[in-house]
Protein backbone atom coordinates (compact mmCIF):
# COMPACT_ATOMS: atom_id res chain seq x y z
CA UNK A 1 0.00 0.00 0.00
CA UNK A 2 0.96 3.47 -0.71
CA UNK A 3 0.64 5.54 2.38
CA UNK A 4 0.00 8.68 2.58
CA UNK A 5 -2.05 11.65 5.05
CA UNK A 6 -5.90 12.13 5.16
CA UNK A 7 -7.24 15.75 4.41
CA UNK A 8 -9.87 15.47 7.78
CA UNK A 9 -7.69 15.31 10.79
CA UNK A 10 -5.70 18.63 8.75
CA UNK A 11 -8.73 20.63 8.68
CA UNK A 12 -7.65 23.14 11.40
CA UNK A 13 -4.01 23.45 9.41
CA UNK A 14 -2.89 25.50 6.68
CA UNK A 15 -2.31 23.50 3.34
CA UNK A 16 1.43 24.65 3.47
CA UNK A 17 1.39 23.30 6.82
CA UNK A 18 -0.28 19.83 5.76
CA UNK A 19 2.61 19.32 2.79
CA UNK A 20 5.14 20.03 5.20
CA UNK A 21 4.10 17.23 7.57
CA UNK A 22 3.36 15.05 5.23
CA UNK A 23 6.96 15.57 3.14
CA UNK A 24 8.55 15.34 6.90
CA UNK A 25 7.05 12.07 7.41
CA UNK A 26 8.47 10.62 4.21
CA UNK A 27 5.26 10.54 2.52
CA UNK A 28 4.47 11.07 -1.43
CA UNK A 29 0.41 11.07 -1.02
CA UNK A 30 -2.20 14.22 0.83
CA UNK A 31 -5.31 13.90 0.48
CA UNK A 32 -6.63 17.60 -0.88
CA UNK A 33 -9.33 18.46 0.97
CA UNK A 34 -12.30 20.69 -1.89
CA UNK A 35 -15.34 22.49 -1.11
CA UNK A 36 -15.12 19.32 2.40
CA UNK A 37 -14.60 21.86 5.30
CA UNK A 38 -15.00 25.61 5.24
CA UNK A 39 -11.49 25.62 5.55
CA UNK A 40 -10.35 23.99 2.47
CA UNK A 41 -7.40 26.22 0.58
CA UNK A 42 -9.88 25.50 -2.36
CA UNK A 43 -13.54 25.90 -2.58
CA UNK A 44 -15.65 25.48 -5.42
CA UNK A 45 -15.55 29.50 -6.50
CA UNK A 46 -11.95 28.44 -6.76
CA UNK A 47 -9.81 30.67 -9.29
CA UNK A 48 -7.62 29.29 -12.17
CA UNK A 49 -4.74 30.68 -10.39
CA UNK A 50 -5.49 29.23 -7.01
CA UNK A 51 -5.81 25.64 -8.61
CA UNK A 52 -2.54 26.73 -10.22
CA UNK A 53 -0.82 26.94 -7.05
CA UNK A 54 -2.09 24.12 -5.48
CA UNK A 55 -0.24 22.56 -8.23
CA UNK A 56 2.57 24.33 -7.05
CA UNK A 57 2.85 23.80 -3.52
CA UNK A 58 2.63 19.84 -4.12
CA UNK A 59 5.12 19.90 -6.16
CA UNK A 60 7.88 21.85 -4.21
CA UNK A 61 7.21 19.27 -1.21
CA UNK A 62 7.34 16.16 -3.96
CA UNK A 63 4.23 15.24 -2.60
CA UNK A 64 1.34 13.80 -5.49
CA UNK A 65 -2.05 15.01 -6.60
CA UNK A 66 -3.67 11.79 -6.89
CA UNK A 67 -6.25 11.79 -3.92
CA UNK A 68 -8.60 14.03 -2.84
CA UNK A 69 -11.90 14.66 -0.80
CA UNK A 70 -15.44 16.23 -0.28
CA UNK A 71 -18.19 16.20 2.06
CA UNK A 72 -22.00 15.57 0.35
CA UNK A 73 -25.08 13.34 1.30
CA UNK A 74 -27.23 11.71 -1.25
CA UNK A 75 -29.96 10.35 1.11
CA UNK A 76 -32.98 12.66 0.75
CA UNK A 77 -36.48 11.09 -0.45
CA UNK A 78 -36.18 12.93 -3.95
CA UNK A 79 -33.56 13.38 -6.84
CA UNK A 80 -34.58 16.98 -6.51
CA UNK A 81 -33.96 17.36 -3.27
CA UNK A 82 -29.99 15.98 -3.84
CA UNK A 83 -29.41 18.29 -6.91
CA UNK A 84 -27.29 20.82 -4.70
CA UNK A 85 -25.24 17.97 -3.79
CA UNK A 86 -24.93 16.39 -7.39
CA UNK A 87 -23.95 19.77 -8.98
CA UNK A 88 -21.17 20.56 -6.04
CA UNK A 89 -19.12 16.85 -6.59
CA UNK A 90 -19.14 17.46 -10.19
CA UNK A 91 -17.89 20.99 -9.18
CA UNK A 92 -15.78 19.53 -7.09
CA UNK A 93 -14.69 16.54 -10.32
CA UNK A 94 -14.25 19.46 -12.14
CA UNK A 95 -11.32 20.51 -10.00
CA UNK A 96 -9.88 18.07 -9.16
CA UNK A 97 -9.58 16.87 -13.03
CA UNK A 98 -7.88 20.01 -13.53
CA UNK A 99 -5.04 18.99 -11.09
CA UNK A 100 -4.70 15.62 -12.30
CA UNK A 101 -6.29 14.05 -9.53
CA UNK A 102 -6.91 10.06 -9.67
CA UNK A 103 -9.47 9.77 -7.08
CA UNK A 104 -12.03 11.44 -5.39
CA UNK A 105 -13.45 10.65 -1.80
CA UNK A 106 -17.26 10.77 -1.51
CA UNK A 107 -20.10 9.85 0.97
CA UNK A 108 -23.75 8.16 -0.23
CA UNK A 109 -25.02 9.84 2.93
CA UNK A 110 -26.12 10.44 6.19
CA UNK A 111 -29.56 8.35 6.90
CA UNK A 112 -28.92 5.74 9.22
CA UNK A 113 -29.98 2.38 7.93
CA UNK A 114 -32.76 1.66 9.49
CA UNK A 115 -34.30 4.56 8.24
CA UNK A 116 -33.72 4.28 4.83
CA UNK A 117 -36.92 4.13 2.83
CA UNK A 118 -37.69 3.04 -1.17
CA UNK A 119 -37.11 7.04 -2.28
CA UNK A 120 -34.49 7.21 -0.22
CA UNK A 121 -32.71 4.38 -1.31
CA UNK A 122 -33.57 5.32 -5.29
CA UNK A 123 -32.62 8.96 -4.80
CA UNK A 124 -28.98 7.68 -3.83
CA UNK A 125 -28.03 5.45 -5.76
CA UNK A 126 -29.36 7.41 -8.93
CA UNK A 127 -27.03 9.87 -7.93
CA UNK A 128 -23.94 7.92 -7.24
CA UNK A 129 -24.48 6.23 -10.83
CA UNK A 130 -24.46 10.11 -11.81
CA UNK A 131 -21.74 11.58 -10.43
CA UNK A 132 -19.37 8.13 -11.09
CA UNK A 133 -20.55 8.68 -14.71
CA UNK A 134 -19.53 11.80 -14.79
CA UNK A 135 -16.46 11.80 -12.71
CA UNK A 136 -15.03 8.73 -14.57
CA UNK A 137 -15.70 11.29 -18.28
CA UNK A 138 -13.22 13.56 -16.61
CA UNK A 139 -10.65 11.02 -15.74
CA UNK A 140 -11.60 11.12 -11.70
CA UNK A 141 -12.61 7.98 -9.81
CA UNK A 142 -15.24 8.47 -6.84
CA UNK A 143 -14.36 6.33 -4.08
CA UNK A 144 -17.47 5.82 -1.72
CA UNK A 145 -16.13 5.55 2.04
CA UNK A 146 -17.60 3.24 3.91
CA UNK A 147 -19.26 5.02 7.24
CA UNK A 148 -21.69 5.31 9.40
CA UNK A 149 -24.46 8.16 10.77
CA UNK A 150 -22.69 9.40 13.48
CA UNK A 151 -24.18 11.34 16.51
CA UNK A 152 -21.76 13.71 18.59
CA UNK A 153 -21.53 13.93 22.33
CA UNK A 154 -19.63 16.01 24.58
CA UNK A 155 -17.28 12.75 25.69
CA UNK A 156 -17.58 11.42 22.53
CA UNK A 157 -19.66 9.72 19.31
CA UNK A 158 -21.57 6.89 18.03
CA UNK A 159 -21.46 5.31 14.90
CA UNK A 160 -24.59 4.04 13.48
CA UNK A 161 -24.93 1.37 10.56
CA UNK A 162 -25.52 2.91 7.06
CA UNK A 163 -25.91 2.05 3.35
CA UNK A 164 -21.92 2.64 3.16
CA UNK A 165 -21.40 0.03 6.00
CA UNK A 166 -24.15 -2.68 5.38
CA UNK A 167 -22.51 -4.77 2.69
CA UNK A 168 -25.83 -5.97 1.12
CA UNK A 169 -26.14 -2.35 0.44
CA UNK A 170 -23.03 -1.89 -0.89
CA UNK A 171 -23.61 -4.80 -3.29
CA UNK A 172 -26.54 -2.93 -4.24
CA UNK A 173 -24.65 0.59 -4.58
CA UNK A 174 -22.02 -0.90 -7.08
CA UNK A 175 -24.57 -2.66 -8.91
CA UNK A 176 -25.84 0.59 -9.23
CA UNK A 177 -23.10 2.77 -10.71
CA UNK A 178 -20.23 1.09 -12.56
CA UNK A 179 -16.71 2.21 -11.86
CA UNK A 180 -17.54 3.37 -8.49
CA UNK A 181 -14.88 1.91 -6.03
CA UNK A 182 -14.61 1.90 -2.34
CA UNK A 183 -12.77 4.04 0.26
CA UNK A 184 -12.03 1.15 3.03
CA UNK A 185 -12.46 2.90 6.46
CA UNK A 186 -11.99 -0.29 8.64
CA UNK A 187 -12.47 1.80 11.80
CA UNK A 188 -15.68 3.21 10.59
CA UNK A 189 -16.78 -0.14 10.07
CA UNK A 190 -16.01 -1.80 13.28
CA UNK A 191 -16.91 1.45 15.25
CA UNK A 192 -20.66 0.34 13.16
CA UNK A 193 -20.80 -2.84 14.34
CA UNK A 194 -19.28 -4.69 11.86
CA UNK A 195 -16.56 -7.04 13.35
CA UNK A 196 -15.64 -9.43 10.71
CA UNK A 197 -13.32 -7.45 8.31
CA UNK A 198 -12.04 -10.79 6.65
CA UNK A 199 -14.93 -11.60 5.07
CA UNK A 200 -16.00 -7.82 4.25
CA UNK A 201 -12.47 -7.94 2.72
CA UNK A 202 -13.16 -11.18 0.91
CA UNK A 203 -16.53 -10.01 -0.29
CA UNK A 204 -15.02 -6.21 -1.82
CA UNK A 205 -11.17 -7.31 -2.45
CA UNK A 206 -11.89 -6.04 -6.28
CA UNK A 207 -13.80 -2.57 -5.39
CA UNK A 208 -11.43 -1.24 -2.26
CA UNK A 209 -9.20 1.30 -4.03
CA UNK A 210 -8.54 3.22 -1.53
CA UNK A 211 -8.23 3.27 1.86
CA UNK A 212 -8.46 5.74 5.51
CA UNK A 213 -6.10 4.30 8.44
CA UNK A 214 -7.28 5.50 11.74
CA UNK A 215 -8.91 4.02 15.04
CA UNK A 216 -11.29 4.83 17.92
CA UNK A 217 -11.12 4.11 21.36
CA UNK A 218 -13.95 3.14 23.91
CA UNK A 219 -14.68 6.20 26.57
CA UNK A 220 -14.40 4.70 29.81
CA UNK A 221 -17.31 4.25 31.54
CA UNK A 222 -19.85 4.84 28.03
CA UNK A 223 -21.03 3.66 25.13
CA UNK A 224 -18.98 6.12 23.60
CA UNK A 225 -15.40 6.33 20.98
CA UNK A 226 -12.99 8.71 20.52
CA UNK A 227 -10.08 9.57 17.81
CA UNK A 228 -7.31 7.77 18.05
CA UNK A 229 -4.05 6.25 16.40
CA UNK A 230 -3.72 3.32 14.50
CA UNK A 231 -3.56 0.50 16.66
CA UNK A 232 -4.91 2.59 20.20
CA UNK A 233 -8.47 0.80 19.60
CA UNK A 234 -10.16 -2.41 18.61
CA UNK A 235 -9.75 -2.54 15.12
CA UNK A 236 -7.99 -6.00 14.14
CA UNK A 237 -4.60 -4.58 11.91
CA UNK A 238 -2.81 -7.70 11.37
CA UNK A 239 -5.54 -9.46 10.03
CA UNK A 240 -7.01 -6.57 7.77
CA UNK A 241 -2.97 -6.11 6.56
CA UNK A 242 -2.54 -9.82 5.79
CA UNK A 243 -5.65 -9.36 3.87
CA UNK A 244 -4.54 -7.04 2.05
CA UNK A 245 -0.64 -7.47 1.88
CA UNK A 246 -1.03 -7.38 -2.07
CA UNK A 247 -2.77 -3.98 -1.78
CA UNK A 248 -1.13 -1.21 -3.75
CA UNK A 249 -3.79 1.65 -3.61
CA UNK A 250 -3.45 4.42 -1.27
CA UNK A 251 -4.09 4.07 2.50
CA UNK A 252 -4.55 7.47 3.98
CA UNK A 253 -4.29 8.11 7.45
CA UNK A 254 -6.99 9.91 9.04
CA UNK A 255 -6.19 10.95 12.74
CA UNK A 256 -8.70 13.01 13.39
CA UNK A 257 -7.66 14.78 16.53
CA UNK A 258 -6.51 18.53 15.20
CA UNK A 259 -4.66 19.39 19.02
CA UNK A 260 -1.88 16.95 18.22
CA UNK A 261 -2.15 15.94 14.73
CA UNK A 262 1.51 15.52 14.26
CA UNK A 263 2.29 13.30 16.65
CA UNK A 264 -1.09 11.35 16.14
CA UNK A 265 -0.12 11.00 12.14
CA UNK A 266 3.42 9.97 13.39
CA UNK A 267 1.93 7.57 15.90
CA UNK A 268 -0.52 5.79 13.22
CA UNK A 269 2.40 5.50 10.41
CA UNK A 270 5.03 3.70 13.30
CA UNK A 271 1.98 1.67 14.25
CA UNK A 272 1.03 0.27 10.49
CA UNK A 273 5.05 0.03 9.72
CA UNK A 274 5.44 -2.42 12.72
CA UNK A 275 2.30 -4.69 11.94
CA UNK A 276 3.31 -4.81 8.07
CA UNK A 277 6.81 -5.96 9.27
CA UNK A 278 5.21 -8.41 11.45
CA UNK A 279 3.57 -10.53 8.94
Same mark, same amino acid.
Given at each position: ?NI?N?SW?FR???L??? &?????????? @? @?ELGI?????D?L? #??A??D??E? %??S?FASK??K #? $?C???G?N?? $?D? #???A? /? =???? +??K +?IDI???L??? $????????T???KM???? @??????ALA?V???? &??H? +?????E????? *?????? %?K???S?S??S???????L??P????? !??P???? /?A? $???Q????KTF?DR?E?M? &????A?? /???????P /??C? *??P %???KT?L??L?A !?KG?AL?? !? *?V???I? =?G @??????F??? +???SI
Amino acid at each position: MNIGNASWGFRETPLEKQ &LEITSKMGLE @L @LELGIAGHDNDFLQ #LDASGDKIEK %VRSMFASKNVK #L $YCASTGNNFT $YDS #LEEAE /A =DIAK +VKK +VIDIASKLGIR $YLRIFSGWTTLDKMNAAK @LNTMLKALAEVTAYG &LKHK +VIPAVETHGAV *EGFDKG %VKHIPSSSTDSESLKRIFLAAPGLVMN !YDPANMV /AAG $YSDQKTFIKTFKDRIEYMH &LKDFAPV /AGTDLLRP /AACG *EGP %VDWKTILTELKA !YKGPALIE !Y *EVTEDIE =DG @LKRSLEFIRK +VQKSI
